[in-house]
């Protein structure tokens, strides 16, 4: 049997949106650069979940908007965690993006 070309469309529920960004290192040099493997975690009242950024330190996750608020921890070895609160949009992704400092002088990439 020849292989049949599929196509189809998925929807997320209404309730539903994207959360997304880069996780960068700006290191002692001033230059800027991605970081992989960076641990991103997202704690709401109800849940939590945990991921990594990819080789361009981008990281993405659909997500209940019942689940706001959110915080962000990212955190990286090598490089200073940060932390803050977003909410999710329906409309549009919610974009947080994160650039981390060294956590000490001779921190590199």
């Known amino acids: 049997m020849p292989p049949v070309q599929l196509t189809f469309e998925v929807q997320q529920p209404t309730t539903w949106g994207k959360l997304m960004g880069t996780v960068t290192g700006k290191g002692c040099d001033g230059v800027t650069a991605p ?3 960076a641990v991103v975690q997202v704690d709401s009242w109800a849940m939590s979940w945990t991921f990594a950024t990819d080789t361009q330190g981008k ?3 659909w997500l209940d ?3 706001n608020p959110l915080t ?5 070895d090598t490089w200073k965690p940060q932390t803050r609160q977003t909410r999710i949009n329906t409309s549009t992704p919610t974009v947080e993006d994160f650039t981390l400092s ?3 002088a001779d921190a590199a990439y």
Not at 72 to 76: D, G, H, R, S, W
Request: charged share 20%; hydrophobic share 40%.
């Open 35 to 37: 970081i992989a493997g």
């Open 65 to 67: 908007r019942r689940n």
């Open 72 to 76: 962000l921890i990212v955190a990286k």
């Open 102 to 104: 060294p956590s000490s």
């Open 59 to 61: 990281y993405a996750y």
